[in-house]
């Protein structure tokens, strides 16, 4: 069977043949013209100093494609290109004739779907570290046996369930502060935030801030800003326990304690039982240690007093003074019946001389005694009569004055006396009244002031009854009242 050549095939014979560099400014002029939009994985970047571009690499479930970026274009985007970011490519492709590569040249590039939301994650994390809050300073010691411990978390997960049961199998004696509170969607962050802030005014000494796995985008709200600037500025310490161990969060970046799982983080504020046990078997025998080496010291300090002379013989303490003692008793014993001897003598002299000089010298004050009693009992007749006729004058003249004053006031007084007695209350009660009081003492002018069982104290002539009221009865007068 003959084969006919295609008129095709004849024509492109005929054509002259191209030299590879036409055909490949041929190909390069078709691919530059062609501008994509493409989405791509990043599975190598080669981003070495000194370059005047970035090469990488993105690929999909089926094919691969090698790209480039120009320097500028590349710090321009803002964005840092890694192994496994899901990126969103601008570009051309261009074709190097000269070593007949294609490449794709890159205007622009982005992140896509999570790798955006890693991009503002990464941006958040180096403005709160240039802030300060993830210095390792910062970060504050756990308590080393907590009494409350604080635990927010989502109660209706894994999570919650964890922990407690941690807290229950190490450390039974904490009591658990539990602030329920979601921690997915777009309100959880603030009621993280709200639920930290109650934990922390219920007198919690550390605070478990946990949720189980989940995606990247799930674990949005712990890369929170206002939840990490509320763990930074938690007055206790915060204990992070998020399970997504390939991602750290920005929680976790600031928190004081990170931990890999919830249970991680139970385990990192309590004790266990065995370390407990041990601890206290550790201080038990160094107490028991400390105890024992004091009271050999002061075993060996006894007994080093014991030995001295002064317990074994305490009679020499006195030695000195006793023979002082003896000394001086000695020495008073002679003394005292010399002394005694010299004193009876020389009284015997006193006495003989006192004697004999007594009588010498009581006869002269006798004769003057005797004399002056004389002049007094004449003085003593005569003295007061001139003053005495003075004081009798006197006194007529005040009585003859005195009756004079008092004369007009006894009439006056008379009068007064006379109007006291119309106005006395005694008069009125000695005519038949009687005056009514209340047990305060006050008059009673009316029966609102002494109800029915009350106690009154009636006023009459000679005396006072003591009553009890057994009724009160208002009598309507018909006399006008007079003003």
């Known amino acids: 069977m003959e084969q006919r050549e295609s008129p095709e095939a004849s024509e ?35 981003d070495k100093p000194g370059y005047k571009a970035v090469y990488f690499t993105v690929k999909d479930e089926k094919a691969s494609l090698p790209c480039m970026m120009w320097m500028n274009r590349y710090q321009a985007s803002g964005v840092q290109l890694y192994v496994g970011a899901l990126v969103e490519l601008t570009g051309r492709f261009s074709l190097y004739a000269a070593k007949g590569r294609m490449n794709f040249d890159v205007f622009s590039v982005s992140l896509a779907g999570e790798g955006q939301l890693r991009l503002q994650v990464a941006n958040l994390a180096r403005e709160l570290e240039a802030m300060g809050l993830m210095d390792p300073a910062r970060k504050r010691p756990l308590p080393a046996y907590p009494s409350t411990i604080g635990l927010v978390t989502s109660p209706r997960g894994d999570a919650v369930h964890d922990v407690l049961r941690t807290l229950r199998r190490r450390y039974p004696l904490a009591r658990v502060l539990l602030a329920g509170v979601p921690v997915e969607g777009p309100k959880a962050a603030d009621g993280m935030v709200d639920a930290l802030a109650k934990v922390v005014f219920s007198g919690a000494e550390v605070v478990l801030l946990v949720r189980g796995g989940g995606s990247f985008e799930d674990l949005m709200p712990f890369n929170d800003r206002r939840l990490a600037r509320t763990i930074a500025a938690c007055p206790v310490p915060v204990v992070t326990g998020i399970g997504h161990e390939p991602d750290t969060s920005i929680a976790d970046m600031v928190a004081d304690v990170r931990a890999s799982t919830p249970t991680a983080a139970a385990e990192a504020v309590a004790p266990s039982r065995e370390q407990t046990n041990a601890l206290l078997a550790s201080l038990g025998d160094r107490a028991t240690g400390a105890v024992e080496r004091r009271l050999r010291d002061a075993a060996l300090t006894v007994e080093r007093l014991a030995g001295k002379p002064l317990f074994q013989e305490p009679e020499r303490l006195f030695d000195a003074e006793a023979l002082a003692l003896d000394d001086l008793s000695g020495r008073l014993g002679r003394a005292l019946p010399e002394s005694l001897r010299e004193n009876r003598h020389r009284i015997a002299l006193l006495r003989e001389t006192l004697r004999r000089s007594l009588p010498n010298l009581l006869a002269i004050p006798r004769a003057s005694v005797h004399a002056a009693k004389g002049r007094l009992v004449f003085a003593g007749a005569h003295f007061g009569e001139a003053e005495k006729r003075t004081l009798e004058g006197a006194r007529e003249r005040l009585v003859r004055l005195g009756e004079g004053v008092i004369q007009p006031r006894r009439a006056e007084v008379a009068v007064s006396a006379a109007r006291l007695h119309d106005l006395s209350p005694l008069a009125v009660i000695g005519r038949g009244y009687a005056i009514a009081r209340t047990d305060g003492g006050e008059v009673i002018r009316s029966v609102a002031q002494a109800p029915a069982g009350s106690t009154v104290s009636v006023t009459v002539a000679d005396g006072e009854l003591a009553c009890t009221v057994n009724e009160a009865v208002r009598i309507e007068s018909s006399v006008e009242p007079w003003n």
């Open 12 to 46: 492109e014979e005929k054509a002259p043949a191209l030299s590879v560099s036409a055909a490949m400014g041929l190909a390069k002029d078709a691919l530059e013209s062609v501008v994509v939009r493409l989405v791509g994985e990043v599975s190598e970047v080669n």
